[in-house]
């Protein structure tokens, strides 16, 4: 079993749909999660960071984490063709070097 | 504002040949590592580097050597390449190891050994 799981997609969606993008995972030490957005052939980038359970909000993106279910979502609100990538989760129970990543779904939002 | 810079973007390799992938980043970032990303497989930690002359190894180093001589750069060494070893690699670098700070990756170098 892969520490963390995350669907590969592609996930498909019209303009302006309302995208739930979603990770499980077994270790009870992550203490940090993390999104990034990840564009064909570019590096990742980071797109949102949550400490421990809660929600964090910015702008269209939200970031939900349920420790108790082993679970971590990202919603994307009113998507847009730009918003088309990769989006990994990542997370550690301490420091950059502990970081496990999922493997990526791959959204494409149409016009 | 350059970031992270990696050389070459792509590169063929025959089994059993070397090369260096090369990373600079001009942030001034005391930490810096180096991804195979696989499909399927995610991200996975090669090397990593607290500082010039401070190295350690991450969850898949079997096969490849590091070097920290700058702050600046971290190159990094494949010495008998493998078909495994067929991926694309990434660069990252952070102000600290802490997950308060951001980790900003290059753009990536496409290996194929054949």
């Known amino acids: 079993q892969k520490e963390v799981e995350q669907d590969p997609g592609p996930l498909s969606v019209p303009e302006g749909a309302i995208v739930s993008l979603n990770c499980t995972y077994s270790?009870?030490?992550?203490?940090?999660f993390m999104w990034y957005r990840q564009y064909s052939r570019k590096g990742p980038e980071l797109l949102m960071y949550t400490y421990s359970s809660g929600n964090k909000e910015d702008g269209r993106f939200t970031a939900q984490v349920d420790k108790s279910s082993k679970y971590i979502s990202l919603f994307i609100r009113d998507s847009q063709p730009s918003d088309s990538a990769t989006y990994l989760c990542?997370?550690?129970?301490?420091?950059?070097?502990?970081?496990?990543f999922g493997t990526g779904t791959r959204l494409l939002v149409s016009p | 504002n350059a970031g992270v810079t990696q050389t070459p973007k792509f590169r063929i390799l025959k089994i059993g040949q070397s090369m260096t992938l090369q990373c600079t980043q001009d942030m001034n970032h005391n930490y810096m590592y180096w991804y195979r990303q696989d499909p399927g497989m995610g991200l996975k930690l090669i090397y990593y580097?607290?500082?010039?002359?401070?190295?350690d190894k991450g969850e898949v180093p079997n096969g490849y050597n590091v070097s920290r001589s700058t702050t600046e750069d971290f190159p990094l060494r494949l010495e008998l390449a493998a078909p495994s070893q067929t991926s694309v690699y990434f660069c990252?670098?952070?102000?600290?190891?802490?997950?308060?700070?951001?980790?900003?990756f290059g753009q990536g170098t496409r290996l194929t050994v054949v």
């Open positions: 270790n009870s030490a992550f203490q940090y």
């Open positions: 990252a670098s952070s102000l600290g190891l802490n997950m308060n700070t951001e980790a900003f």
């Open positions: 580097s607290v500082g010039a002359g401070i190295t």
């Open positions: 990542a997370m550690a129970p301490s420091g950059f070097q502990k970081l496990v």
